[in-house]
């Protein structure tokens, strides 16, 4: 049953609530645990310095850097980066120092085109999320469109399998894995970061840049910590866009009441639908030391090594924390204590997202300008997966827009 639901992934089971997969030495897979309940998921993501980040292929990543990205660095370490970055994405920081900026940006996007005229919504959508979070990072000092194309081809990668040690990828896989990594990250840094940090260096700003500059980061970490707001912060925002637009412009009730609607119902709708849409799918922790896991009348223990897969769309959608509408969109509604009103998605316990409150709000101020122009939805999306975010893409979502009202 899928609901509302409209990013399925083909064979991805919803059952069983809790699944121990035994390890197999001979194809270097470790033991799995499969979490789709909300409640057991959530005591795993809360098990500080009980597990380690194993998503986005972090253990994968060398470990030499002086200072270990945010988002894959674990204990004392990851603790203190997030407590000082906590200052650049504090809701009424986003709110007071970005809003200006996010109008002008979708009101000049979106005046591109004339009344009557056509756009791609996940092409306009991934310049105006790169803009945005580029001003919050500090990537200031290159062209947003190339910088967008460099991050983009990033994420052309081969498939990998995150539960074996070698991804389960042959060798010349792992070469055009290095060839297509990292030659766009040469030209991210050629082009995007280094500018921006020659620039910060001899005149500090309010961004993360001149931080990372003042905690004594190389140009190296601060590149491996740019590719990843740039992954995290931009590219996985222009996802969820298109997919609010999606639903928005398929459920006129729903388009409707968003239009007259409040900025806290607004935000109440955005976060509904990014909770039933999470664009990454799944979180990976690797077990350090055993944790106890309930379900229930249900517990379980994970051992040290194991490695452990939440699934937030199962999660997000279980029955038993949302009863039998948890594939439904209704913004607003009742939710077990502590849950936040986009579920999991934004994670949770130390690695939560810190920049939820950013995406909601520029989401929120393209969305609400660009159903100012009347949209009509002229084709809709194809729906693609990528295997290093776990999650959705969406491609092709073209509308026609009339004049401003």
Not at 129 to 151: D, N
Not at 226 to 238: E, F, L, N
Not at 250 to 271: N, T
């Amino acid at each position: 049953m899928t609901g509302r639901r409209r990013a399925v992934r083909p064979g991805e089971p919803s059952t069983p609530r809790v699944e121990r997969q035994g390890a197999d030495g001979r194809r270097g897979v470790s033991t799995v645990w499969r979490i789709r309940s909300l409640e057991a998921a959530r005591q795993v993501l809360r098990a500080r310095h009980a597990t380690t980040q194993a998503g986005f292929t972090a253990e994968a990543i060398p470990q030499r850097l002086k200072h270990h990205p945010i988002l894959i660095s674990d204990g004392p370490q990851h603790d203190e980066q997030r407590r000082k970055v906590a200052r650049f994405f504090a809701p009424v920081v986003v709110a007071e120092r970005y809003t200006a900026p996010m109008e002008e940006c979708a009101d000049r996007l979106l005046g591109g085109t004339p009344p009557g005229g056509r756009l791609v919504l996940d092409e306009l959508a991934l310049h105006y999320t790169v803009e945005v979070t580029a001003e919050a990072v500090g990537l200031t000092a290159s062209s947003v469109p190339r910088m967008s194309r460099r991050l983009v081809s990033f994420f052309r990668q081969p498939p990998f399998d995150i539960t074996r040690r070698d991804l389960g990828r042959t060798r010349s896989q792992w070469m055009r894995a290095a060839f297509n990594g990292l030659l766009p990250v040469a030209r991210f840094y050629l082009a995007d970061v280094r500018p921006a940090v020659r620039e910060r260096r001899r005149q500090r700003r309010e961004d993360i840049i001149s931080h990372l500059v003042d905690e004594g980061y190389t140009d190296v970490d601060i590149l491996v910590e740019c590719v990843t707001y740039g992954t995290a912060g931009m590219v996985t925002t222009r996802e969820f866009v298109t997919m609010a637009a999606w639903h928005l412009l398929r459920d006129d009730a729903l388009r409707e009441r968003y239009a007259v609607a409040g900025q806290e119902e607004r935000f109440a709708i955005l976060h509904e639908i990014i909770r039933l849409e999470p664009v990454v799918g799944h979180l990976y922790r690797r077990a350090q030391e055993s944790i106890d896991v309930t379900d229930g009348d249900e517990s379980w223990t994970i051992e040290a090594g194991d490695l452990v897969d939440v699934s937030v769309r199962s999660a997000n959608a279980d029955p038993r924390a949302l009863d039998e509408d948890g594939l439904d969109l209704c913004p607003g509604r009742t939710l077990p204590r502590g849950v936040n009103a986009a579920g999991l998605t934004f994670g949770d316990g130390a690695h939560r997202c810190p920049g939820k409150p950013l995406a909601i709000l520029e989401s929120d101020v393209l969305l609400t300008r660009l159903l100012a122009r009347s949209p009509r939805l002229v084709s809709e999306p194809e729906i693609g997966w990528d295997d290093l975010i776990e999650g959705y893409t969406l491609r092709g979502l073209e509308l026609e827009l009339s004049a401003a009202s």
